[in-house]
């Protein structure tokens, strides 16, 4: 009978820098190329788009620009992006280990980890994700992850597929739905008042 040896975060840490992005799954270790320029675009554009709206809104709340970055993360929360590292537990996986696209933590979460060493990974899954899939991510492999997200915290997860310039959203509550290539992403209760053509993501 053969056993496959289950690896950990210690040997996640111990892979060598070899220009492929690491992830703990279930006890293995995936490997994936970083992504093409395409992905960055798309990326680059979701976050520009969020970072503006995150900076009018603490505008509104009496922040000033002379206050400093941390002191806007505290109002209105913060982003992370380029397969930034989560590490988190779940009832079948307990220590698992992902990188995220676009991530947002609210407020609440930035009071919570405001602690983290900048070269560590957080705890916390952000209460909003955001992925863009590529052509070669299967079916399965997206529902596994998304429903990753959803079972660690996040309420509000947004998958931009940029061959159709479309999008899918999955909700902590089981809803979810598409939005087609004329419509746009909305921040519903986690950025209230943020609304995002897909035409300006995908341009």
Excluded: C
């Amino acid at each position: 009978m053969v056993t496959t040896q289950r690896m950990t975060f210690a040997d996640l840490m111990a892979q060598p820098d070899d220009g492929y992005l690491h992830e703990l799954v279930r006890g293995e270790i995936v490997r994936m190329p970083p992504p093409r320029t395409g992905h960055g675009y798309v990326e680059a554009a979701l976050i520009e788009a969020i970072g503006r709206y995150l900076y009018d809104r603490a505008l509104t709340l009496d922040w000033q620009e002379m206050q400093g970055r941390k002191a806007r993360d505290k109002l209105v929360g913060r982003l992370m992006s380029g397969e930034a590292g989560v590490r988190f537990s779940l009832p079948d996986d307990p220590d698992q280990t992902r990188g995220l696209d676009v991530g947002y933590l609210s407020p609440e979460q930035v009071a919570r980890l405001e602690d983290t060493p900048d070269d560590e990974y957080i705890r916390e899954m952000p209460v909003l994700v955001a992925e863009v899939i590529s052509s070669s991510e299967t079916a399965d492999y997206i529902n596994e992850k998304v429903t990753d997200y959803l079972a660690a915290g996040a309420r509000l997860v947004w998958l931009l597929y940029p061959r159709t310039r479309t999008a899918m959203v999955l909700r902590a509550d089981g809803t979810g739905n598409t939005i087609p290539a004329d419509g746009s992403l909305d921040g519903e209760d986690i950025l209230p008042g943020f609304t995002e053509p897909l035409f300006n993501i995908f341009a």
